[in-house]
């Protein structure tokens, strides 16, 4: 192989040093490789053969499907069940679906499916991007058609946009977004579910600003509630009111609830020998000393006329 030729490709069986050179995996480019031939006198010659490998014209339209399937147990009767079981999700004939390759992927262990939807007659390609819409719109609604668990579809050159603001890995199918510009999760993990680009970071700021903002307000409230509860249950008890001395005569003062009732707030005369001779008299007091008004109930004992 020429030195200024790409270094992709395997060579299978070591035929590099056959006759016949058999190659496979090849990007797309120019391949040069030098053939040197010696006779048993040492005499050679040398000649050189080149191989130009052309991008594939649909390799936007192939379509991969990440099953959660053990490929060494995958026969060739799965694979025929699997083409059908995909014309009926696609709403294609079983000959329209072309199979190009059935790899594992090293990293998850998942068997990855990688497809085509040509039309037999016409030989016309269904666009992928097309394809994969409809085949994502019957897995989420739920289809169970397939044998095996769909982990992921998806093109295998990747057609997200990235909502304008980035470029898409065509490896890990993730975008990769501009400065100042974050995944939607939303979108990414519940609605769609397809990366995307689409919050500002400047947004992001803002309504963070505006959620501790909201939550440090609806705790301040909360806060204030309580301790006014707590002062309307402090203050809500019994006041009383002191009914001052009136007279020398030695009237009773005493203390009574504005909450008792005042038909029942009779005071006696403290001799009891007196109660046949005396009677007892309820009325209200309207002299206040010191210029000051007040109301009570004073009961008094008067002698009899």
């Given at each position: 192989?020429?030195?200024?030729?790409?270094?992709?490709?395997?060579?299978?069986?070591g035929?590099?040093?056959?006759?016949?050179?058999?190659?496979?995996?090849?990007?797309?480019?120019?391949?040069?490789?030098?053939?040197?031939?010696?006779?048993?006198?040492?005499?050679?010659?040398?000649?050189?053969?080149?191989?130009?490998?052309?991008?594939?014209?649909?390799e936007?339209?192939?379509?991969?499907?990440?099953?959660?399937?053990?490929?060494?147990?995958?026969?060739?009767?799965?694979?025929?069940?699997?083409?059908?079981?995909?014309?009926?999700?696609?709403?294609?004939?079983?000959?329209?679906?072309?199979?190009?390759?059935?790899?594992?992927?090293?990293?998850?262990?998942?068997?990855?499916?990688?497809?085509?939807?040509?039309n037999?007659?016409?030989?016309?390609?269904?666009?992928?991007?097309?394809?994969?819409?409809?085949?994502?719109?019957?897995?989420?609604?739920?289809?169970?058609?397939?044998?095996?668990?769909?982990?992921q579809v998806?093109?295998?050159?990747?057609?997200?946009?990235?909502s304008?603001h980035?470029?898409?890995?065509?490896?890990?199918?993730?975008?990769?977004c501009?400065?100042?510009?974050?995944?939607?999760?939303?979108?990414?993990?519940?609605?769609?579910?397809?990366?995307?680009?689409?919050?500002?970071?400047?947004?992001?700021?803002?309504?963070?600003?505006?959620?501790v903002?909201?939550?440090?307000?609806?705790?301040?409230?909360?806060?204030?509630?309580?301790?006014?509860?707590?002062?309307?249950?402090r203050?809500?008890?019994?006041?009383?009111?002191?009914?001052?001395?009136?007279?020398?005569?030695?009237?009773?003062?005493?203390?009574?609830?504005?909450?008792?009732?005042?038909?029942?707030?009779?005071?006696?005369?403290?001799?009891?020998d007196?109660?046949?001779?005396?009677?007892?008299?309820?009325?209200?007091?309207?002299?206040?000393?010191?210029?000051?008004?007040?109301?009570?109930?004073?009961?008094?004992?008067?002698?009899?006329l």
């Open positions: 192989r020429d030195p200024q030729s790409p270094a992709a490709g395997v060579v299978l069986n035929s590099d040093h056959q006759t016949v050179l058999q190659l496979t995996n090849l990007v797309e480019g120019r391949y040069v490789f030098h053939l040197k031939v010696t006779d048993a006198k040492g005499l050679f010659d040398t000649d050189s053969a080149t191989v130009i490998v052309k991008k594939d014209i649909h936007a339209d192939l379509v991969e499907l990440a099953l959660a399937a053990d490929i060494t147990a995958f026969t060739e009767g799965n694979k025929g069940m699997l083409v059908r079981q995909l014309a009926v999700l696609i709403d294609v004939m079983d000959s329209d679906i072309h199979v190009q390759e059935i790899k594992q992927d090293l990293s998850t262990g998942n068997m990855v499916v990688v497809f085509v939807v040509m037999s007659q016409t030989h016309l390609v269904q666009d992928g991007a097309t394809v994969l819409a409809r085949l994502r719109r019957k897995l989420k609604a739920g289809s169970e058609v397939l044998d095996f668990k769909v982990v998806d093109t295998v050159v990747c057609q997200n946009n990235c304008g980035g470029v898409c890995n065509s490896f890990t199918k993730l975008c990769q501009d400065s100042f510009w974050v995944q939607n999760p939303f979108k990414a993990h519940f609605g769609e579910k397809v990366n995307n680009c689409d919050w500002s970071i400047l947004y992001v700021i803002v309504i963070a600003f505006g959620i903002v909201g939550a440090g307000l609806i705790t301040w409230g909360i806060v204030c509630l309580v301790r006014n509860r707590r002062r309307f249950r203050s809500k008890r019994h006041r009383y009111t002191l009914l001052d001395e009136i007279d020398d005569k030695g009237e009773k003062i005493e203390m009574y609830s504005r909450d008792r009732k005042q038909n029942n707030s009779l005071v006696m005369s403290e001799s009891d007196l109660l046949s001779d005396e009677e007892t008299t309820l009325f209200e007091n309207k002299k206040k000393p010191n210029g000051t008004m007040r109301n009570g109930i004073i009961s008094s004992t008067l002698p009899k």
